[in-house]
């Protein structure tokens, strides 16, 4: 299973990549986390945001496999028409019926991350069109885990976070660059309670 390592799951839409992009560049090398994305993506499209961020970081990038093991270090992004969902210990890549006109939606990653690890999941919603990510962010929280919405003024598309920040969901709202600086001091401060405990 995957160790007691924080899972970040992020969400995004229109006006997201050059966000993604800024943030993979910020995370240090030896950060110890998981990251699983989801981008609304035409499922006739390639999808090059593996490649686009593989540019920009250390981590490993690549489209998420049904069943594979959860590493850290890793960055797993949902394929095209497909659903990305987070288990304990691996990941499942599905089908399953579009949610918020969508397939991969963000809400099932946010939703099943927050079953699977509860307070160690830190979900992100980034620029993007209507609500997805809204719903999930409220399982998250519920299960204790961090929320994060990007600052509605500085994305391209605001929708989707300022959906998150209105329903009350949102606990910090935040420009990207405070993102990628609050996520180190989140993982710097999991591994000390880790090893204090």
């Given at each position: ?69 959860i ?11 497909r ?22 939606a ?31 962010l ?11 919405a ?14 998150a ?33």
């Open positions: 299973m995957f160790g007691g390592q924080l899972v970040i799951v992020i969400g995004g839409s229109a006006g997201s990549i050059e966000p993604l992009l800024l943030l993979a560049q910020s995370l240090p090398a030896n950060l110890t986390v998981a990251i699983f994305i989801v981008v609304h993506t035409p499922a006739n499209r390639p999808d090059f945001l593996p490649e686009l961020l593989q540019r920009r970081t250390q981590f490993s990038v690549a489209h998420a496999v049904d069943g594979a093991v590493q850290p270090r890793h960055i797993y992004i949902a394929p095209p028409d659903h990305l969902l987070v288990k304990p210990g691996y990941m499942r890549v599905v089908l399953g019926p579009k949610e918020n006109r969508c397939r991969p963000i809400d099932p990653l946010f939703r099943t991350a927050a079953r699977a690890y509860g307070q160690r999941v830190v979900a992100i919603v980034l620029s993007g069109a209507l609500w997805d990510g809204t719903a999930g409220v399982e998250v929280k519920a299960q204790g885990g961090v929320t994060i990007q600052d509605p003024q500085e994305a391209t598309v605001s929708s989707m976070p300022q959906s920040i209105t329903s009350g969901t949102a606990e910090y709202i935040l420009a990207i660059a405070e993102i990628a600086r609050f996520l180190v001091e989140l993982v710097h401060s999991s591994v000390l309670k880790t090893e204090e405990s």
